[in-house]
């Protein structure tokens, strides 16, 4: 059974910078694609970065530049470093795992942690 648990969020001013994380307890044996999502009130849920098993990795066009995703794969946590944070980019972050046969394949999520809210003030 996977287990994701994110934290960091917080309030921060327009400009400012966060570093969400995300303790996954998963199966050592396999493989996994992680990806971090976001809700903001009122809209749906939206894609924000992933990254492969083997390091490959892709943003939201609105994030590109801004957020980076990386993982300590010793300690099999997630991180997604965000800079110059926007007040739209205020929303519910939530990080997500899929199983995966291929080391750069990236499969829907199917496991999802229960999210650390980011509130960006102007």
């Known amino acids: 059974q996977v287990q994701l648990v994110e934290s960091g969020g917080g309030s921060v001013q327009a400009g400012g910078s966060l570093r969400l994380s995300c303790a996954a307890s998963?199966?050592?044996?396999?493989?996994?694609?992680m990806r971090w999502y976001r809700q903001a009130a009122g809209k749906q849920r939206e894609w924000v970065s992933f990254i492969t098993n083997n390091g490959g990795t892709g943003y939201e066009d609105s994030v590109l530049g801004r957020f980076t995703i990386s993982k300590h794969n010793a300690v099999n946590i997630l991180y997604l470093q965000m800079n110059s944070l926007k007040p739209e980019d205020t929303a519910m972050y939530y990080c997500?795992?899929?199983?995966?046969?291929?080391?750069?394949?990236?499969?829907?999520?199917?496991?999802w942690g229960q999210g650390t809210q980011v509130t960006v003030s102007s």
């Open positions: 997500a795992a899929a199983e995966t046969s291929f080391p750069s394949v990236c499969p829907p999520a199917t496991y």
């Open positions: 998963i199966d050592s044996n396999k493989m996994y694609c």
